[in-house]
């Protein structure tokens, strides 16, 4: 077929032309090919940094990094008004985690207890293991009482890995004392708590909880 | 000749050698303490500050540290050679501190404590050049002898460097020679001297030779922005790869030994070694003198050792053909070219200024024939 190419293969044949495209060197001027000046400039710099600019390390131990409020650290297992334990062991977080890393066993709570008597359920034991979680904050996302925070404490260390698994008395621990350092996390002074949480629910002539800042 | 005769003959030697020995890996050890300090620095960071007083301890932490290392040798080496490589490389490294003054020491020396190893040898500069390119034979055996492609591809092309770079490394050098009319460095450095001391050094009067045997003799160090031999982004670690522990400490003590070898040879060649206004020039027997030279000689080698470590942040690095490129296009012709109009100048013995002034010239008029050649290149290749 000797006839004429179709438009669309010259365009075809035109953008084929381009695939090939060669990086030429940029061209350099007089100033350039002498290299020193350019060599000059870089020390230049570099003894402006040396000298001139203000150090940025921060001496980390003694100097401790500001985190900001809506950091996700260790978890603390919220109180209610009465300091009782606030979750209500709905398993929730538990199934929202995507680490697996909570380990909730419920108990129906004690009934004979006059302090219990407006709650059915609590976590008889509630353990999370913090080197396995990712920090995601699902867990206080699922919760429909907001029981369960991350707070900003970022340096979490420990000797073991058994050490590394919280219990329940250790993440009600944190939360006393995050809520006596005050440093809620943002989340809980949000004012957009579930509805389990809210104020009504609960006994209204109570103090607020230690933390609950504008909420409350 | 008796016993007591060997001895006197022996024991300047012997405190020389000792004195060498026992100060290069401490310096090792410091220089990289300094490099760190300087690199925070640079980087508007604090650097090692934890052990000690400003982290002065860091350095011997870190040589302890290294000593305990568990020593590893790979399954897949040429074990005689992987072990033998380091080694070579630091004794070649030593070894050519054998003909360098580290202090003041006259042309003439006869007897006494003294400031170099082998005093008086007539080829002195010769025997340095000859043993530090051994150098890269540690080098090359350590990368073969990994059996791994990175060190191979590191250890050859720290070999075509170090050919390419020893050309106008030579070629600066036998200017200076030349002007001394020696290839001793005692009297090279004797004849940089002045009436007021600083009028007399062969970077007034060489400039270009200067920077040309500096640029040179970076690359022979192997450090940035030469360091390609072993630049982490390309080549893992390059020769040094499959190096560990010790080993890896000798490659490292090697190379900051090279790097002092380096700024003493510049000291001394250009910078008129332990000649400063107000020093007295000539090397007497006072001891107070002769320690405010081996001061003004040291300070000068700290100085071109720092200089060389803040060279490492300010430049970039350069590209394999790049540095072909500068060596055989750039360096080469013109460190020849300075060297013939060099020679012609110094046979018709006028004054000194002629050289200066023909530095300039050179280097003003490579600059304009690479821009002149850059501008004007257009690519032939056509598009396939
Ligand atoms: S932060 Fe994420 S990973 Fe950690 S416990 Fe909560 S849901 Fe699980
Ligand atoms: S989601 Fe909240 S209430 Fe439910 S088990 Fe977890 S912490 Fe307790």
Same mark, same amino acid.
């Given at each position: ?216 | ?42 980087? &508007? ?16 932490? &870190? ?46 020396? &006869? ?274």
């Amino acid at each position: 077929m000797s006839t004429a190419e179709t438009p669309v293969t010259q365009v075809e044949k035109k953008q084929k032309k381009k695939t090939v495209q060669w990086g030429d060197d940029p061209k350099i001027g007089f100033v350039e090919a002498l290299y020193l000046p350019a060599i000059a400039g870089g020390i230049a710099t570099a003894l402006k940094h040396a000298f001139f600019k203000k150090r940025s390390t921060a001496q980390y131990p003694e100097q401790k990094p500001e985190m900001p409020p809506n950091y996700r650290g260790v978890h603390r297992l919220n109180r209610d008004e009465e300091g009782r334990v606030k979750c209500v062991a709905c398993y929730m977080c538990q199934t929202a985690c995507p680490a697996n890393c909570i380990e909730i066993i419920a108990a129906p709570a004690p009934q004979d207890d006059p302090k219990w008597a407006n709650r059915d359920k609590f976590p008889a034991t509630f353990t999370i293991d913090e080197l396995r979680c990712i920090y995601c904050g699902m867990c206080e996302e699922a919760c429909p009482v907001d029981a369960i925070e991350l707070t900003s404490i970022y340096d979490l260390t420990g000797m073991s890995r058994q050490e590394m698994i919280f219990d329940k008395e250790k993440l009600l621990s944190v939360f006393d004392e995050t809520s006596k350092a005050g440093l809620d996390p943002v989340r809980t002074n949000r004012g957009a708590l579930g509805p389990a949480s809210e104020k009504s629910l609960q006994s209204a002539d109570s103090p607020p909880p230690p933390g609950r800042g504008k909420h409350g | 000749m008796n016993w007591y005769e060997i001895w006197t003959e022996l024991w300047p030697t012997l405190i020389a050698i000792g004195i060498i020995l026992a100060v290069v890996p401490v310096v090792g050890l410091y220089a990289t303490f300094v490099e760190r300090k300087l690199a925070a620095a640079v980087q &508007d960071r604090l650097g090692p500050n934890r052990v000690g007083p400003f982290g002065m301890f860091q350095a011997i932490a &870190d040589g302890i540290k290294i000593f305990l290392k568990e020593q590893i040798i790979p399954s897949h080496v040429h074990t005689f050679v992987y072990m033998l490589a380091p080694c070579i490389s630091l004794m070649t490294a030593m070894f050519a501190l054998v003909v360098l003054p580290y202090g003041p020491t006259p042309v003439n020396y &006869d007897g006494g404590l003294r400031f170099v190893v082998m005093p008086g040898l007539d080829i002195s500069l010769l025997i340095m050049f000859a043993i530090s390119s051994l150098s890269a034979y540690g080098i090359i055996l350590g990368g073969w002898a990994s059996n791994n492609k990175y060190s191979l591809y590191g250890a050859i092309r720290s070999c075509a460097q170090f050919i390419s770079y020893e050309i106008p490394m030579g070629l600066s050098v036998i200017g200076v020679i030349l002007v001394a009319g020696s290839m001793n460095i005692e009297t090279i450095v004797a004849s940089q001297s002045s009436g007021d001391g600083i009028s007399g050094w062969n970077l007034w009067w060489q400039p270009l030779a200067l920077v040309i045997f500096f640029t040179s003799a970076l690359a022979e160090t192997n450090r940035l922005p030469f360091d390609l031999p072993e630049c982490e982004q390309e080549l893992v670690g390059g020769f040094h790869t499959e190096y560990g522990g010790i080993k890896f400490v000798l490659f490292f003590l090697a190379e900051y030994t090279h790097v002092v070898t380096v700024s003493f040879l510049t000291t001394l060649l250009f910078f008129g070694g332990w000649h400063f206004p107000g020093v007295p020039s000539e090397v007497t027997a006072s001891y107070g003198i002769l320690a405010l030279q081996m001061l003004v000689l040291l300070v000068k080698v700290c100085g071109v050792v720092c200089f060389i470590m803040l060279l490492r942040w300010a430049l970039p690095r350069f590209r394999f053909d790049q540095l072909m490129g500068l060596a055989w296009k750039g360096l080469i012709p013109l460190a020849m070219l300075n060297l013939v109009f060099l020679a012609v100048i110094e046979s018709l013995e006028w004054h000194r200024w002629p050289l200066a002034v023909l530095s300039v010239v050179l280097f003003v008029a490579a600059g304009y024939w690479s821009a002149w050649q850059s501008q004007s290149f257009v690519r032939k290749a056509s598009v396939a």
